[in-house]
């Protein structure tokens, strides 16, 4: 399956990665992104969240804004930028 098969704001497996977009309420009807990376299992997992800057108006629209800097990560682009 490629990345562009998976649903838009789906946690995904790739290799020992497991990438899970996530969003917080910002207040005012606004929501936040944030993209937690695991790698490892049992005692040796490591998971490293990343939290955006942009707001966005409806939680959709940051979870796949988060999904797709998990996606860009893997493809090499600027790091969660």
Do not use: N
């Not at 704001?9 to 207040?27: E, I």
């Not at 707001?55 to 800097?69: K, M, N, P, V």
């Amino acid at each position: 399956m490629s990345l562009s098969e998976l649903a838009p704001f789906a946690p995904f497996a790739v290799g020992k990665f497991l990438f899970t977009p996530l969003t917080r309420t910002a207040g005012h009807e606004r929501y936040t992104a944030s993209l937690s990376i695991r790698r490892g299992r049992g005692s040796q997992t490591h998971d490293s969240v990343y939290t955006f800057k942009p707001e966005f108006a409806c939680r959709d629209s940051a979870l796949a804004y988060a999904a797709q800097q998990g996606r860009d990560w893997l493809r090499g682009a600027q790091a969660l930028a």
